[in-house]
């Protein structure tokens, strides 16, 4: 497995850190990542691996304001990150000009995966949203979405604890343990990203239908930092000829980190071999 960074600076000035993970022998075809929120790509090289070891590539960011990218920790927007996802799609057509693009996302990640396939209705063979964060696990009240709109207008950057419930991330004690030592991963959100993320879902609902790619959609039952309801939602209103629905019983918030992870890869592993070869 070869492993390179590279970077760019996206129209903030903000430079952007990026990484790629690729098999030793041919590649088969690409999977462009986006991660969730306060974490970055250095949490995922277990799928890096697993894609590697079955011919397909890995790249991706870490969101700016996450990981080893710049600018305010927790700050970025929905919109502004689709740029940095149109780079990281343009980077690999070049390295792989020619071959099967797959974008996959989780959590946050998964939301924006979506999202940027709704709004931009990329030429990718397919997408993978994971634990999609289309609704929060727990119902955010009324008044607090209207003071995230205020605050997100007038104070952007303005940032806050993110509240996550780390003991809901997996099933596994060892991965909460890393998740806490890991210098790279933080608890902040900023305004604006907070408001994107809260009322971004409901337009992904709206427009579910018009999703123009195949779709894997997958889903922890025990899953309560997203709302699996949600996703479920979203499978249902997509369009069915395009749209597979897994859903892990028992599962927790990080499916590809859970005990079970080799037949969660397997399973994903299998969904992007099965649509490299359409067309």
């Not at 991965?175 to 604006?192: E, N, Q």
Request: contains cysteine.
């Amino acid at each position: 497995m070869g492993h390179t960074e590279f970077s760019w600076q996206n129209p903030s000035g903000i430079r952007i850190f990026a990484q790629h993970w690729q098999p030793e022998g041919k590649v088969r075809g690409t999977v462009a990542l986006i991660h969730g929120l306060g974490e970055h790509t250095g949490r995922y090289q277990n799928v890096a691996e697993a894609l590697n070891a079955s011919g397909y590539a890995l790249a991706g960011f870490d969101l700016p304001g996450h990981g080893r990218s710049e600018g305010t920790r927790g700050h970025a927007s929905y919109n502004g990150i689709l740029t940095e996802i149109d780079c990281l799609l343009t980077e690999i057509d070049h390295r792989y000009p020619g071959l099967p693009h797959f974008l996959y996302g989780h959590s946050m990640g998964g939301a924006l995966a979506l999202y940027y396939t709704l709004k931009r209705k990329p030429a990718l063979q397919g997408v993978i949203a994971t634990s999609p964060g289309l609704v929060p696990g727990t119902p955010v009240p009324a008044v607090k979405i209207f003071l995230a709109k205020w605050i997100a207008r007038f104070a952007p950057t303005f940032t806050m604890n993110n509240g996550l419930d780390l003991g809901n991330l997996a099933r596994d004690p060892a991965v909460i343990h890393a998740y806490k030592a890991d210098p790279l991963v933080h608890g902040k959100i900023s305004a604006r990203l907070g408001h994107d993320l809260l009322t971004s879902g409901r337009w992904m609902q709206a427009h579910a239908a018009e999703f123009p790619v195949p779709l894997l959609l997958v889903q922890g039952s025990a899953d309560s930092l997203v709302s699996p309801e949600a996703a479920a939602a979203f499978a249902q209103s997509a369009p069915t000829e395009k749209t597979t629905y897994k859903i892990w019983d028992g599962f927790y918030h990080e499916t590809h980190n859970e005990p079970e992870k080799q037949q969660v890869l397997n399973y994903m592993i299998h969904w992007i071999e099965t649509h490299s070869q359409v067309g």
